[in-house]
C-alpha cells in the first residue's frame, strides 16, 4: 500500500522569502517521489522527481525537494518565493510493487505568495 | 500537438445522461492516465493504458465508468448514467514509457470540467 500526505491545506509567505511545501509518505518498498503543480486554469505541470540518488533534487522554476527516508518525507523548497509561485501544488508517489504506472497524489497544499 | 489536449474543456449534463470525455496525448507518448480530481481534492486514479498490454482499470469507481485507447493514440471516458457525484475535473496525463512506468514524468492536459444537474 502507499500514501502521500499533504499536512497543509494553505501555505502564505511573502515575496522574497523562502518557501515550504510538506509532503510525508508511506510506502512499503522505496518509493519513487513526485511534485506537480497547477496553476490556475491550467493543467498541471511536472516540477521534479526523485528516483534514486542524491537526496536533493533540483527541478524546475527554482524548486528543489529533499527526500528524507528517516523522515518519509519529500518537502518541496524555493529559497526566495515569487507571486508568480501562487498555485496548487501536489505531492505524488509510488513504489516498485505498484501495477505500473498508478502513483498516489495527496490533496494539494495552496500556496499564495504575497507582494 | 505540443502537449496533451482534452475536449470539451467544459460539459454540463443531466443526471442520467452519457458522457464521453475525449483525450489526445503527446504524440509517442505511449501511456496514457485518467484521473479524477474533485473540488478541493487531490487526483484519484482511474484508469492505465501502456501500449498494448491490458489496461489497468482498477481505479475506476463503477461500472458506469469506462475508457477506450485507440492503439497509443485517441482516448475516450465513458461515463454512463452520470450522477451528481460524478461532478468533476476529469485529466488525462501521458508519458514516455521508459521501461519503468513508475519513475515517469507524466505531462497532463488542461481537463475537462464535468458538472451534471
Known amino acids: 500500500a502507499q500514501s502521500v500526505a499533504q499536512p497543509e491545506d494553505q501555505v502564505n509567505v511573502a515575496e522574497g522569502n523562502p518557501l515550504t511545501v510538506k509532503c510525508t509518505y508511506s510506502v512499503s518498498g522505496n518509493p519513487y517521489l513526485f511534485w506537480y503543480v497547477q496553476y490556475p486554469n491550467r493543467g498541471l505541470q511536472f516540477l521534479l522527481k526523485?528516483?534514486?540518488?542524491?537526496?536533493l533534487v533540483k527541478g524546475s522554476y527554482g524548486f528543489e525537494a529533499e527526500f528524507n527516508k528517516s523522515q518519509t518525507s519529500f518537502h518541496l523548497k524555493k529559497p526566495s518565493a515569487l507571486v508568480s509561485d501562487s498555485a496548487l501544488y501536489f505531492c505524488?508517489?509510488?513504489?516498485?510493487?505498484?501495477?505500473?504506472?498508478?502513483?498516489?497524489f495527496g490533496d494539494g497544499t495552496t500556496l499564495t505568495v504575497k507582494p | 500537438g505540443a502537449g496533451v489536449s482534452q475536449s470539451p474543456s467544459n460539459k454540463v449534463t443531466e443526471k442520467g445522461k452519457d458522457v464521453e470525455l475525449r483525450c489526445d496525448p503527446i504524440s509517442g507518448h505511449t501511456a496514457l492516465y485518467w484521473y479524477r480530481q474533485r473540488l478541493g481534492q487531490g487526483l484519484e486514479f482511474l484508469i492505465y493504458f501502456q501500449g498494448n498490454s491490458a489496461p489497468d482499470k482498477s481505479g475506476l469507481p463503477s461500472d458506469r465508468f469506462s475508457a477506450e485507447r485507440t492503439g497509443e493514440s485517441v482516448s475516450t471516458l465513458t461515463i454512463q448514467r452520470t450522477q451528481q457525484e460524478d461532478s468533476a475535473v476529469y485529466l488525462c496525463?501521458?508519458?514516455?514509457?521508459?521501461?519503468?512506468?513508475?519513475?515517469?514524468?507524466?505531462?497532463f492536459g488542461p481537463g475537462t470540467r464535468l458538472t451534471v444537474l
Open positions: 526523485y528516483i534514486t540518488g542524491d537526496n
Open positions: 505524488a508517489v509510488s513504489y516498485l510493487n505498484t501495477n505500473a504506472g498508478k502513483s498516489t
Open positions: 496525463a501521458s508519458s514516455s514509457y521508459g521501461g519503468a512506468a513508475l519513475t515517469d514524468t507524466q505531462y
